[in-house]
């Protein structure tokens, strides 16, 4: 499977995050997890989040400015919820393409964000517990052909110039 390929490389990015993160933002850890724990996933916005990003993928492939946005948005530090949905708001050209899907700047930080969190719980069990939901890992394991959805919009983004 794509998904589970790549599986183990997220979870051990996303450990290491979760170990560092709180090392680095002390302060905002509890109210992150709290925000994460509490945001709650459907197939209709994940449907529409891989939309924004197939969309996203094809004009970064084609259009040199929004490939430097992108960039842009990339390598600013995010740290906290709050700073990644700042970034996302400073790139107002990158942020239409989810608000075209009836997406906010809060969804297109929270949706990869849970999903990844939610399925390093599933896939290693007692990890993260006071971050993701029970509904959330639910979420994961029963929409495994939308996760390999996601995972090959993430590729198509990814793989663009």
Not at 22 to 44: C, E, I, R
Not at 88 to 102: D, Y
Request: aromatic share 4%; with cysteine.
């Amino acid at each position: 499977m794509l998904f589970t390929a790549y599986r183990l490389t997220i979870c051990l990015a996303v450990v290491m995050l979760v170990a560092l993160g709180p090392l680095a933002h002390a302060q905002d850890s509890a109210a992150d997890k709290a925000q994460l724990k509490s945001y709650v996933l459907d197939a209709g916005k994940v449907n529409r989040y891989i939309a924004a990003l197939n969309a996203l993928a094809m004009a970064n492939a084609s259009d040199p400015a929004i490939t430097r946005e992108y960039q842009l948005m990339e390598d600013e530090q995010a740290g906290t919820l709050a700073n990644m949905r700042a970034s996302v708001a400073r790139h107002p050209r990158i942020l239409a393409f989810f608000q075209r899907q009836n997406l906010t700047a809060d969804d297109a930080v929270m949706i990869p964000m849970v999903i990844l969190m939610a399925d390093v719980a599933s896939t290693v069990p007692g990890q993260l517990t006071d971050t993701v939901s029970p509904a959330q890992i639910s979420f994961i394991n029963a929409n495994g052909p939308l996760m390999q959805r996601l995972q090959q919009a993430q590729n198509a983004l990814e793989g663009s110039p």
